[in-house]
């Protein structure tokens, strides 16, 4: 079965305005739909992965993959510079360069 959730690592543009990043395969477009749902796959420091999805995608997900956390999406949810919130419940927040190892961004 090939995933239906973007490649870890490939960069997408963030608008601030989250829509469904799921494909049917590979070379399909976008569902494009509002995301509902923030899927954290990983969140390994250095190595965290994340999608946007919609209601129908996220029950795929469900199904056929194992995740570390979900929240429903917001605006922060697409926006860069924002970090993943483990407090229940999880949430993303704007992240300072304070909050990032030797200053970073």
């Known amino acids: 079965m090939t995933s239906p ?19 049917a395969d590979s070379n ?14 990983s969140l390994t420091p250095g190595g ?6 919609c209601d129908e995608h996220l ?3 469900q ?3 194992v995740y570390a956390d979900r929240h429903p999406a917001e605006i922060a949810c ?3 510079g924002t970090g993943w919130s483990l407090a229940a419940p ?8 304070d909050d990032l190892p ?3 961004r």
């Open 28 to 41: 399909a477009p976008t569902c494009g739909a509002p995301a509902t749902w923030h899927v954290a796959w």
């Open 102 to 104: 030797g200053g970073a």
């Open 59 to 61: 029950v795929q997900a």
């Open 63 to 65: 199904t056929n993959y």
């Open 90 to 97: 999880s949430r993303c927040v704007a992240v300072s360069s």
């Open 5 to 23: 959730f973007p490649e870890p690592g490939r960069e997408v543009a963030r608008t601030g305005n989250p829509r469904c990043g799921s494909k």
């Open 48 to 53: 965290a992965r994340f999608s946007l999805v």
């Open 78 to 80: 697409d926006m860069p």
